[in-house]
């Protein structure tokens, strides 16, 4: 089907661990995006890209590292966990035929628990 | 910077009254687009609405319609004939376009429980 699938779903690590989570997409959108939902705080930017190979700090980057070397793919890796880090994460993308109008679709988000 | 406000930690609304969803923004750029999502209980996030800054009219998809006053930066979104499915978290979201960014900014939300 086609969308934007993350994995895994649910991952429960430990402090100081490396974690990656993915993002595939299938419409070739040129936009995604990494958020992160925390109670209180909505979804807050962690990273961006505009198109493979281009990414940029969002507003919340520390601890995370990105990569885009194909369009459908957006992993997010956390060098180190920390409990900090403990959310639910949520991976987009946005159509840019739709211009700036166009609405970011999501994924179903992956909860990650930091103990 | 920009900065969207949600004043409304939870909402209670009878089945099928109206409810209105508060939402202020800030920003200095004259070009920007503000959004409405839903998510429910299962967690998606589902794009209700869209309003851009030089739309002349309020914008409206179905049962939702949004109450854009430009003047006082208010966006709130307006839900008639509630129903126990509109149960739910409500993100209202901001896009600027002189950043450059497709990235959205969103508020903290608002909690809707629609009795019966």
């Known amino acids: 089907d086609a969308g934007i699938t993350q994995s895994p779903r649910y991952k429960i690590t430990e402090t100081g661990r490396q974690v990656t989570l993915m993002c595939h997409q299938t419409?070739?959108?040129?936009?995604m995006f990494w958020y992160r939902q925390d109670l209180g705080h909505g979804l807050r930017l962690i990273y961006y890209?505009?198109?493979?190979?281009?990414?940029d700090k969002g507003e919340v980057p520390d601890g995370y590292v990105v990569s885009r070397s194909k369009t459908e793919n957006f992993p997010l890796t956390l060098e180190s966990a920390t409990r900090s880090q403990t959310s639910v994460y949520f991976c987009?993308?946005?159509?840019?035929?739709?211009?700036?109008?166009?609405?970011?679709?999501f994924g179903e988000g992956s909860r990650l628990t930091v103990l | 910077a920009q900065k969207i406000t949600q004043t409304q930690p939870g909402m209670f609304v009878q089945e099928k009254e109206a409810v209105t969803l508060d939402c202020t923004y800030d920003?200095?750029?004259?070009?920007?687009?503000l959004f409405w999502y839903k998510q429910p209980s299962s967690g998606e996030m589902i794009f209700l609405i869209y309003?851009?800054?030089?739309?002349?009219q309020n914008a409206t998809e179905g049962r939702y319609s949004l109450n854009f006053q430009k003047a006082r930066k208010s966006a709130n979104l307006v839900i008639s004939a509630s129903q126990l499915g509109d149960s739910a978290m409500y993100f209202c979201?901001?896009?600027?376009?002189?950043?450059?960014?497709?990235?959205?900014?969103f508020g903290s939300g608002t909690r809707l429980q629609v009795q019966p």
């Open positions: 419409w070739s959108h040129s936009y």
């Open positions: 920003t200095s750029d004259p070009s920007y687009g």
């Open positions: 890209s505009a198109a493979a190979d281009i990414t």
């Open positions: 309003q851009g800054s030089y739309d002349q």
């Open positions: 987009a993308s946005s159509d840019p035929d739709r211009g700036w109008a166009g609405e970011l679709f």
């Open positions: 979201a901001m896009r600027v376009m002189d950043t450059g960014r497709r990235a959205l900014t």
